[in-house]
Nanobody, 123 residues
Framework: QVQLVESGGGFVQPGGSLRLSCVAS????????MRWFRQAPGKERELVAR????????NYADSVKGRITISRDNAKNTVYLQMNSLKPEDTAVYYC????????????????WGQGTQVTVSS
């Protein structure tokens, strides 16, 4: 059974930092690229960052470049999102997601989502 469990969100003032974590299970994490998405109230879910299976390649949305870093620890089946210089517009629920069209448990791997973790940036 595929599980994605996000944590680390919270309330932070503008300019602050947070580190999000996502622990994955139920699939071969070490061979799977991973992504972080976010969804703000009333808006569509948007891609924030992506990391390849071996961490060689990372990609970021223009809105977060230079402030957010994605990383992973394949030994711990965990992907991270280090967020610095946070802005009110970063307020959203953050989700991790597997970037793979493999079928696991009869479902495309990228169709699995966790419960997300809330990040609120406000003064």
């Amino acid at each position: 059974q595929v599980q994605l469990v996000e944590s680390g969100g919270g309330f932070v003032q503008p300019g602050g930092s947070l580190r999000l974590s996502c622990v994955a299970s139920g699939f071969t994490f070490g061979t799977t690229a991973m992504r972080w998405f976010r969804q703000a109230p009333g808006k569509e879910r948007e891609l924030v960052a992506r990391i390849s299976s071996t961490s060689v390649s990372t990609n970021y949305a223009d809105s977060v470049k230079g402030r957010i870093t994605i990383s992973r620890d394949n030994a711990k089946n965990t992907v991270y999102l280090q967020m610095n210089s946070l802005k009110p517009e970063d307020t959203a629920v953050y989700y991790c997601n597997a970037d793979s069209s493999r079928v696991v448990g009869g479902i495309l791997l990228y169709a699995y989502w966790g419960q997300g973790t809330q990040v609120t940036v406000s003064s």
